[in-house]
């Protein structure tokens, strides 16, 4: 049985690489796992970002009525893990929520030991959004291969 039962990908506002990740992870896991999308700071729920929107859509994943939403502690239980897209990002969580430990809150891409961590494509192209995109998808499988103790 696996430990965690419910994945949190979270970055700044939420519309943007957290939603892309939640749902590229949710097309690789096969297991009942629950996948949220959070922002670290959510002033309002924005829909998704046009041009996530747009690279998801053309790999295939729709997202209807997205809002972002802001993390908060009470979603963190002990059976949560947290993926977020900067270091900064996880020093920020770790010390604004008393659930979020050094335990259940990694730099996405440092839990499957690579070097760089994704690359906000916020404000860039769309050949930026679709970059970000594949480094997502080719972090994640390593992700949900190593979650479900494959490697």
Same mark, same amino acid.
């Given at each position: ?5 419910? *994945?949190?990908?979270?970055?700044? /506002? ?11 992870? #949710?097309?690789?896991?096969? /297991? ?9 700071? !959510? ?7 046009? #041009? ?10 729709? *997202? ?5 939403? +802001? ?20 020093? #920020? ?10 335990? /259940?809150?990694?730099? !996405? ?5 690579? +070097? ?26 390593? *992700? ?5 103790? +494959? /490697?």
């Amino acid at each position: 049985m696996r430990k965690y039962k419910r *994945v949190i990908f979270v970055a700044g /506002n939420g519309i943007t690489r957290a939603p892309m990740a939640a749902e590229i992870f #949710k097309t690789l896991e096969q /297991n009942e796992t629950e996948v949220l999308s959070r922002g670290i700071h !959510v002033a309002f729920p924005e829909p998704l970002n046009q #041009k996530t929107e747009a690279v998801m859509i053309s790999n295939g994943i729709t *997202v209807s009525d997205y809002q972002a939403k +802001e993390l908060l502690d009470s979603e963190i239980t002990e059976d949560t893990i947290l993926f977020v897209m900067e270091e900064s990002q996880r020093r #920020k969580i770790i010390d604004r929520f008393e659930h979020a430990t050094e335990e /259940n809150t990694f730099v !996405v891409t440092s839990f499957v030991d690579e +070097e760089l961590e994704i690359i906000d494509p916020y404000g860039g192209t769309l050949q930026t959004y679709g970059i970000c995109f594949e480094m997502l998808k080719s972090t994640l499988k390593k *992700v949900v291969e190593k979650l479900n103790g +494959e /490697n």
